[in-house]
């Protein structure tokens, strides 16, 4: 049996590595618009957790299989339609993620310095799409959002180099930052802090910084939430001290705002404040020069594949006949890579149970399309010469450097220019 899947993130690589246990002698090509695969592993876990990004080894093992084929640079409604696939495989399956950032639809959200996580954090993670955003004399930011990415953006913006030595952020990237006059973080939820989504291990590494330090805003909120763990972290965060004194050697303020939501964003030509209405109605004002709002994402239609309300209907992973889908794309953007796993299984089942071998081409029909149309995709060699060579230029204090445009991708991995 010819299987595609489309995207190499965590649900891509376990679907992959499910279908080999379930269906014996299948072909299976993993198709990913980028050169380099991993999805979010690569481009959004936070670039100091090298603890989690390390999961890439394990889905490495499942690209380099000899029944796995890596289609690297070629995009699905770019280089080749969602019906040519099904032409040439006898199943297809999306695992495309839910790559853009859900909005808030609140007035001033196109002001520059406002700025949605998905894209703020594919650019500190070197994403070859990213668009630099405004980082200048940024003295105060304001990360809208309960969960875990609102905790990765405000670390890293809050570590000082040494803090960020064996990460792979890249060296301009942490002299910018380093380079920013920042003296507050605030972090601000629409619910309370028994509601927040963070998990206690990210929240108390906030406590463990050196130059920033965690304020709760209102104390009394606390006394008042139900006790779970994470109301626990942040209490020991108040037990700390709950103001900044002059002793005080850390100069920046993580601050936790709950009972806030968002209004407006406000400046001219360039935001300056966010503005948030509390619980009795009142409004209240933050200063900010950034603004990162980390409250989802949805995702982006596939040739005549279009997602409802951010991800793909399905009834079991099955989007139609022979077309199947898998993690995020599957069911919105939410659970960790291992959630993507239990997923992939489910998936692979329905698949190995409804599809069987029509005799099609798999990758020789896609090859022989993509060679007709000039494009320029690699396989699993040309990945690992672009991983090598990432590796071999990271010097001393980082993992890697990793290569931020597509063209230095190719070249690295062998490929003639254009
Ligand atoms: C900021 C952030 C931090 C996170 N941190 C953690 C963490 O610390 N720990 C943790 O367990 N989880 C974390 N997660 C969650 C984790 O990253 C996701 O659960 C997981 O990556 C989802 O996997 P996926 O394969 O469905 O999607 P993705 O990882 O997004 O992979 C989708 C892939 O599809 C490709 N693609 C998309 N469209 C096309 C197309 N048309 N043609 C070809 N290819 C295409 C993309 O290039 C990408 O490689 C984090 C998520 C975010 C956003």
């Known amino acids: 049996m010819k299987i595609a899947i489309v995207g190499s993130g965590p649900a891509g690589c376990y679907l992959a590595d499910q279908l080999l246990r379930l269906v014996p002698g299948c072909a299976i090509d993993v198709i990913d618009r980028l050169p380099v695969p991993f999805g979010l592993v690569r481009y959004g876990v936070a670039p100091d957790h090298q603890a989690t990004k390390s999961v ?22 770019r280089d080749v339609t969602l019906e040519q696939l099904l032409s040439f495989y006898d199943a297809v399956a999306l695992a495309t993620g839910a790559q853009r950032d859900r909005r808030l639809g609140i007035p001033g959200e ?8 998905g894209s703020f954090v594919a650019w500190y993670n070197g994403h070859p799409d990213a668009k630099i955003p405004p980082i200048e004399n940024i003295k105060s930011v304001v990360v809208i959002g309960n969960g875990n990415v609102a905790i990765d953006v405000a670390r890293v913006l809050a570590k000082e180099p040494s803090e960020l030595a064996g990460s792979d952020l890249s060296h301009d990237i942490t002299q910018l930052l380093a ?24 929240l108390a590494e906030l406590g463990n910084l050196k130059r920033a330090k965690p304020f709760i805003a209102d104390p009394e909120e606390l006394e008042k939430a139900d006790a779970t763990p994470i109301v626990g972290v942040l209490e020991k965060f108040l037990e700390n001290g709950n103001c900044q004194d002059s002793n005080e050697q850390r100069s920046v303020s993580v601050v936790f705002h709950f009972y806030l939501a968002p209004v407006a964003f406000v400046g001219y030509g360039r ?6 209405r509390a619980k009795d109605g009142k409004e209240v004002e933050i200063a900010a020069d950034l603004a990162v709002t980390c409250i989802g994402y949805e995702s982006l239609p596939c040739c005549t594949a279009k997602p409802v309300d951010g991800k793909f209907a399905n009834a079991d992973g099955k989007i139609d006949e022979r077309l199947y889908v898998v993690g995020w794309a599957k069911r919105g953007p939410s659970g960790v890579i291992a959630s993507s796993r239990s997923d992939a299984q489910l998936v692979a089942k329905k698949i190995a149970e409804d599809v069987s071998d029509g005799g099609r081409r798999g990758g020789e029909g896609l090859r022989e399309h993509l060679q007709s149309k000039n494009a ?7 990945w690992k010469r672009i991983n090598d060579a990432e590796v071999a230029r990271a010097g001393e204090h980082r993992c890697r450097e990793k290569f931020c445009s597509v063209e230095e991708m190719l070249e690295a991995s062998g490929k003639s220019p254009s």
């Open 56 to 77: 890439s080894r394990i889905l490495d093992r499942t690209l380099a299989h000899k029944q796995v084929n890596f289609f690297g640079n070629v995009e699905v409604g």
């Open 110 to 117: 196109n002001l520059p310095g406002v700025i949605g996580s």
């Open 179 to 202: 380079a920013q006059p920042l003296r507050e973080i605030h972090i601000v939820g629409r619910r309370g802090p028994a509601d927040a989504k963070f998990t206690p291990h990210e």
């Open 271 to 276: 935001l300056q404040a966010v503005k948030f």
């Open 376 to 382: 320029r995709f690699l396989d699993h060699t040309g």
